[in-house]
């Protein structure tokens, strides 16, 4: 995983199973003078953005959700060594995700919400389509999912996407209307998640104008004035 400043280095010992999820160790491993390794500590990885990803319905992606975790750490490398640093694209302490496409899977971000009672509130952003080169991906498409008594995670209905006129329950008396200011109509959003904090931003995709600010309080999202 990394070499720590005083020359340790951070290993991962983990077991994926698409019907469950995955159980994970950090070791950390020490050197003497001689270079002689020994184990400092290890312990057991505690649950995060990874665990709840895991347990995403495999049918939203083009393959089961381990795929694209291994895609997202690596940024579509065969191997780890190849990779920049997975903190860029995987921010657990966050609760943030992001995953490039690869011609057949769109791109997508994810990013962790909980309630106050510790429940996981997932929300999947996807790009309309998957990439052209050289073409940015507009992000149209949002979905929310929670823990089921089954442990996988099942998607809130109602979600938001461009084809919908409603706003999900979440994000209270919201609808899209034209905008003659952008020259965009009802539809043409664009979502963007936090990769810190607690707001979702709206925006016009051609303009990148932010249309709206919705901010989870535990309990819900509530627009911001």
């Known amino acids: 995983m990394q070499w720590l400043e005083n020359g340790d280095l951070v ?24 270079n002689r390794a020994a184990i400092r500590s290890a312990e057991q990885e505690k649950v995060s953005i ?19 975790l291994r895609h997202a750490r690596t940024g579509g490398h065969t191997y780890l060594c190849e990779a920049e640093p997975r903190e860029k694209s995987i921010d657990e302490k ?4 992001s995953c490039g496409g690869d011609g057949a899977q769109a791109s997508f971000d994810v990013a962790l919400f909980l309630y106050r009672d510790g429940r ?3 929300a999947l952003c996807q790009a309309g389509e998957p990439e052209v080169e050289e073409e940015r991906s507009v992000y149209s498409y ?10 996988k995670m099942h998607e809130i209905t109602n979600s938001m996407s461009n084809d ?6 979440l994000f209270p008396g919201v609808q899209r209307e034209y ?4 020259a965009e109509g009802k539809g043409d959003w664009e979502f963007v998640l936090p990769r810190k904090g607690k707001t979702i931003l709206v925006r016009a995709p051609k303009t990148k104008k932010i249309l709206h600010k919705f901010t ?4 819900k999202f509530e627009k911001e004035k």
């Open 120 to 122: 996981p509130l997932l």
């Open 164 to 169: 919908s006129s409603l706003s999900l329950a």
């Open 179 to 182: 905008d003659r200011w952008v």
């Open 216 to 219: 989870w309080t535990g309990e």
């Open 11 to 34: 290993l991962e010992s983990e077991v994926l199973n698409d019907a469950w999820g995955r159980a994970a160790s950090k070791i950390t491993i020490g050197f003497d003078p001689e």
């Open 142 to 151: 949002l979905s929310f999912f929670e823990l089921g008594a089954d442990g």
């Open 94 to 97: 966050n609760g943030y995700m």
């Open 50 to 68: 990874v665990d709840y990803f895991l347990l995403l319905p495999a049918d939203r992606f083009e393959g089961p959700p381990s795929v694209w």
